[in-house]
């Protein structure tokens, strides 16, 4: 028994394969009963209407909310607990879906479709942003993530809906829920999938979505392990400290080390208000 929820916006030009594909998939496997939930997240073309012609059981938003909301949206409408989430675009293979419930059938919380291939690796720009991010997580989960926000994956229903009010609902959904399962002890596996080039135009604002990202990283952190982004502030201001004093006594400039102190001086303020959070989040844990 499974949900395969999908979240489309103005996707007629692929809706409607990919609801095929997808129960095609899930009859060859033998993963039966499904259903198909696809939130319609107030498009302005057929995407509804493609899918219920197809099979899909269509949730309707009456306008535009976000990735996010409809995926949550679409996890609480579902009937069975076993949730795949894909998306509505064509750039994920329905082929992988029934190994990854096997993977999470194994033990894990979650089982994520690893993409690879040159679709996914995109200019020099989206690389370069999706390796700060890369590192910000895996410096705050504490282990190797190899694709923070890719939306193939299978998961619980009971496990995932009490995350819900620290989810995002907009692009970082994905980001938000990979951090939220790692910071607490869950057990996520990753499959390498490949990934297709998207039919139709892409939702995607680099840029706007990447900063958007990058807000919700950082609030994940402070929420679940706040001592790890004041520590990695701490020591930013702990080397450039360091690097400023040599360069200061080498040059015997005497400005220069007093201002090598300031930022010491600041590294310690940092590291102490990290403290202080750990605190504050323990406390308001047994609250």
């Known amino acids: 028994m499974i949900s395969v929820v999908i ?31 696809v939130v319609d997240d107030g498009s302005g073309d057929e995407t509804g209407k493609i899918a219920e012609a197809v099979g899909a059981r269509v949730v309707r938003h009456p306008h535009n909310v976000g990735y996010g909301r409809s995926l949550k949206r679409g996890i609480e409408a579902s009937r069975y607990d ?18 990854l419930v096997k993977l999470f059938e194994g033990g894990f919380d979650m089982a994520v479709g ?5 679709h996914y690796r995109g200019s020099r720009l989206k690389m370069l942003l999706r ?7 895996e410096w705050s989960a ?3 993530v190899p694709d923070i926000n890719s939306g193939l994956r299978v998961f619980s229903r009971a496990t995932v809906m009490p995350y819900f009010p620290h989810l995002c609902d907009t692009f970082s959904f994905t980001t938000s829920m990979t951090l939220a399962y790692m910071m607490t002890g869950r057990f996520v596996a990753y499959a390498k999938v490949d990934y297709f080039e998207r039919t139709g135009r892409s939702k995607v604002r680099l ?3 990447a900063l958007r990202t990058l807000q919700f990283v950082v609030e994940a952190i402070v929420y679940y392990n706040p001592l790890k982004i004041f520590l990695l502030f701490s020591l930013i201001c702990l080397a450039g400290a360091v690097v400023m004093m040599a360069v200061s006594l080498y040059f015997k400039i005497v400005t220069g080390i007093m201002l090598a102190v300031g930022t010491a001086m600041v590294s310690i303020i ?17 609250a």
């Open 7 to 37: 979240p489309a916006l103005n996707e007629k030009d692929a809706i409607g394969s990919t609801v095929s594909d997808v129960s095609r998939v899930l009859t060859a496997a033998n993963l039966v009963p499904f259903e198909i939930v």
């Open 131 to 137: 390796g700060i991010l890369r590192f910000l997580v």
């Open 142 to 144: 504490g282990r190797r």
């Open 270 to 286: 940092i590291f102490a208000i990290g403290m202080l959070a750990v605190l504050l989040k323990q406390i308001m844990d047994r």
């Open 114 to 118: 690893q993409r690879h291939g040159p």
């Open 207 to 209: 840029f706007k979505d």
């Open 82 to 99: 076993t949730i795949a989430i894909c998306d509505a675009d064509g750039t994920y293979p329905a082929a992988s879906i029934p190994s």
